[in-house]
């Protein structure tokens, strides 16, 4: 967390120095707010389920088995 904030600001920095001269400041503005859109429609997309939401929810068993083989690699789960 503490990393993220700090290169987050960073690279804010790096952008809006970046952004303002070609685009001016509502530049800023705009990809400030469709960049967290986009990450968000992203993550929804890309991030399996919590294993304990797929156990109450009764998904199937290979679902949750697959994904607990990537948590750990060299368990066996059933």
Same mark, same amino acid.
Request: charged share 15%; with cysteine.
């Given at each position: 967390?503490?990393?993220?904030?700090?290169? =987050?600001?960073? +690279?804010?920095? &790096?952008?809006?120095?970046? $952004?303002? !001269?070609?685009?001016?400041?509502?530049? @800023?503005?705009?990809?400030?707010?469709? =960049?967290?859109? +986009?990450?968000? &429609?992203?993550?929804?997309? $890309?991030? !399996?389920?919590?294993?304990?939401?797929? @156990?109450?929810?009764?998904?199937?068993?290979?679902?949750?088995?697959?994904?607990?083989?990537?948590?750990?690699?060299?368990?066996?789960?059933?």
């Amino acid at each position: 967390m503490f990393c993220g904030f700090s290169c =987050g600001l960073a +690279v804010g920095g &790096a952008a809006s120095a970046w $952004l303002i !001269p070609h685009f001016g400041w509502p530049s @800023v503005l705009m990809a400030g707010g469709v =960049g967290p859109i +986009v990450l968000t &429609a992203l993550l929804v997309l $890309l991030l !399996p389920e919590s294993v304990q939401f797929m @156990v109450a929810r009764r998904r199937s068993d290979e679902r949750v088995a697959r994904i607990l083989k990537r948590i750990a690699p060299r368990r066996c789960f059933r």
